[in-house]
């Protein structure tokens, strides 16, 4: 079965707290995204990769930044987190142009 | 960037009704893919539907689309509480980013 893991859940942090959100897929697809998800908002693309080491600005990318050092991981990283990024945040893979898109569980991250 | 629409926004119907979800899109599309999404989950895949593809089944669950209308309709057969979610179509921008519409919020009552 196709497999989008993401580490957490439900996390709570502090205004000015360095966040990573990690993300594992298990089918060496060579696409991952990161989208947030807010109600009124729909879901939001805020970076993409589409290989090792390289990444895209999705529509909303200020405030994040993303890792990606190897294949199967995508980390988004909110480097001084701040209230307005309290939110669900869904990880995503995909292989080439036009295939399934399969997306993890999301996580919540609540900012204080 | 949401720039689909979904409609109707919000549809309630009782067990064993069908519901039908309507999409529509601006630009030309690769594929047309369908997602659930139960409350506080995660996106599932349901349907991907290529442009040169007119209808698609998978279970309960049939799919079309009309490139000439830029439509989709996703008809949930036979509907169970268990359905009862929000579901959204995306269309496949360059990378294969997807683009969502607003979602269907779909309550089904037993």
């Known amino acids: 079965d196709v497999k989008v893991t993401q580490s957490s859940r439900y996390l709570v942090k502090r205004t000015g707290e360095k966040v990573f959100l990690e993300c594992v897929q298990d089918m060496d697809h060579e696409n991952m995204f990161w989208y947030r998800q807010d109600p009124g908002l729909g879901l939001r693309l805020i970076y993409f990769?589409?290989?090792?080491?390289?990444?895209e600005k999705g529509d909303i990318p200020e405030g994040y930044s993303v890792s990606r050092e190897k294949k199967e991981r995508f980390s988004l990283i909110l480097e001084s987190a701040s209230t307005n990024q309290t939110s669900m945040y869904l990880c995503?893979?995909?292989?080439?142009?036009?295939?399934?898109?399969?997306f993890g569980e999301g996580s919540w991250l609540t900012v204080v | 960037s949401q720039q689909g629409e979904e409609d109707p926004q919000a549809l309630s119907i009782q067990e064993g009704e069908n519901a039908t979800m309507n999409c529509s899109y601006k630009t030309s599309i690769n594929n047309l893919q369908w997602y659930r999404q139960n409350s506080g989950r995660g996106l599932v895949h349901l349907i991907l539907?290529?442009?040169?593809?007119r209808e698609k089944h998978s279970g309960r669950l049939r799919v079309t689309l009309d490139t000439s209308k830029k439509s989709s309709s996703l008809l949930i057969t036979a509907s169970r509480a268990a359905d009862t979610a929000s579901y959204f179509c995306?269309?496949?921008?360059?990378?294969?980013?997807?683009?969502f519409g607003a979602g269907t919020r779909l309550a089904v009552h037993p």
């Open positions: 990769s589409y290989d090792v080491k390289m990444k």
């Open positions: 539907i290529r442009s040169n593809e």
């Open positions: 995503a893979s995909g292989q080439g142009q036009t295939d399934t898109i399969y």
């Open positions: 995306a269309r496949t921008g360059g990378y294969n980013k997807l683009i």
